[in-house]
């Protein structure tokens, strides 16, 4: 129901755009993250905002990273600017809510972005 895509090879200081597209009203109705997953690491969250648009950055990208969502065409966004080679990694974005007690989490496919030095 989710995918993610944008991602690509870009130089150290470059800027990419990454899209999670969603079907239906999924995204619209959900909170939404966006995480990575670089080689031999653990998966950890990069940014998240809320259904009621409150936003959240983990500190490695405050600054650089921008989370947005365009409820209307059901799509969320990473802006990512003065990429860094640490920043490499499998981006994968995430539509998640509770409904009474019912938990409701899904995951894109993941778009590979490469920060070349």
């Known amino acids: 129901q989710l995918q993610a895509y944008g991602g690509g090879l870009v130089q150290a200081g470059g800027s990419l755009r990454l899209s999670c597209a969603a079907s239906?009203?999924?995204?619209?109705?959900?909170?939404m993250g966006w995480y990575r997953q670089a080689p031999g690491k653990e998966r950890e969250l990069v940014a998240s905002?809320?259904?009621?648009?409150?936003?959240n950055y983990a500190d490695f990208v405050k600054g650089r990273f921008t989370i947005s969502r365009d409820n209307a065409k059901n799509t969320g966004y990473l802006q990512m600017d003065s990429l860094k080679p640490e920043d490499t990694g499998v981006y994968y974005c995430?539509?998640?809510?509770?409904?009474?007690?019912?938990?409701?989490?899904?995951w894109g496919q993941g778009t590979l972005v490469t920060v070349s030095s």
């Open positions: 995430r539509a998640y809510r509770t409904e009474l007690v019912v938990k409701y989490n899904y």
């Open positions: 239906g009203s999924t995204l619209s109705i959900s909170n």
């Open positions: 905002v809320s259904r009621g648009g409150t936003t």
